[in-house]
């Protein structure tokens, strides 16, 4: 049986209502769990991306891919694994102002080269990107001091190599 691995799906799209649903519903009729979604403008004037991290084996994968490109507003879809990309989460942190000159927290962050981004009288907003380990260490250690609020953001990334849709968009 093929091992499953954790592969980032890059989708170029026209940005129409209800993709995102179509989408979606591919990986949920195999029984893939997105693990993180992350839409934004590409790169390419008037075109969206969707990067999509699942596990799974590179046979569903392709699969998948192949499904998505069957959509009529995605003009292209690739696959990439964690070695073939450059990738990174951002974090916010949102701690009671009663720990914000605690040293632990302090070199923490410098460690973890996180930012107060927010001071306000009750509370203060530190904020990290890095790696999903990154993220998951400094939400380890600050998690004793009563996180008042957690958010992450899903997988940004970009391909080491040069991806070909930019040509692929001038040839339409």
Not at 1 to 30: D, P
Not at 39 to 56: H, L, Q
Not at 124 to 138: Q, R, T, Y
Not at 159 to 166: A, F, P
């Amino acid at each position: 049986m093929e091992e499953q691995k954790t592969f980032t799906v890059s989708i170029y799209t026209e940005n129409n209502v209800g993709l995102l649903n179509r989408v979606s519903s591919i990986f949920l009729k195999r029984h893939i769990n997105i693990e993180g979604l992350t839409t934004s403008r590409s790169e390419i004037e008037d075109v969206n991306r969707f990067i999509i991290v699942a596990k799974m084996t590179e046979v569903q994968v392709k699969k998948i891919v192949t499904q998505l490109e069957k959509q009529i507003e995605v003009i292209r879809a690739y696959y990439h694994t964690d070695d073939e990309t450059i990738f990174q989460e951002s974090a916010l942190f949102k701690i009671s102002n009663e720990h914000l000159y605690d040293e632990v927290i302090q070199r923490k962050l410098k460690f973890r080269q996180a930012n107060i981004v927010t001071l306000t009288e009750d509370f203060f907003v530190i904020e990290a990107s890095g790696s999903k380990e990154h993220v998951d260490k400094l939400y380890d250690r600050l998690k004793p001091y009563g996180l008042m609020q957690f958010v992450r953001s899903g997988r940004i990334a970009i391909t080491r190599d040069k991806m070909q849709i930019s040509e692929l968009l001038q040839e339409l």
